[in-house]
């Protein structure tokens, strides 16, 4: 890390959490492919990352969590 960039993190931790958490994920952002406009693409992008997901449950990789759990889970933290 440079000297420069030491110093921007240095910088940046002193800020408040809510002003740290912005600067993250624009950051994070930032290092995302530009923005794509096309439906078309969208929808096979969506398409594969659905696939993906789909295929991770499937296999049993992916943890799943019956309705009714997720259903008290929720319920309960309204209550809060």
């Not at 990352?49 to 309204?78: H, I, Y």
């Amino acid at each position: 890390m440079t000297s420069e960039t030491e110093t921007i993190l240095r910088d940046a931790l002193a800020l408040r959490d809510e002003d740290r958490a912005d600067l993250a994920a624009q950051l994070l952002a930032s290092l995302d492919s530009p923005a794509v406009e096309d439906p078309a693409t969208i929808g096979a992008v969506w398409a594969s990352e659905l696939e993906r997901r789909a295929g991770r449950v499937l296999s049993g990789e992916a943890a799943t969590v019956d309705w009714a759990t997720v259903r008290d889970r929720v319920g309960d933290r309204l209550k809060e």
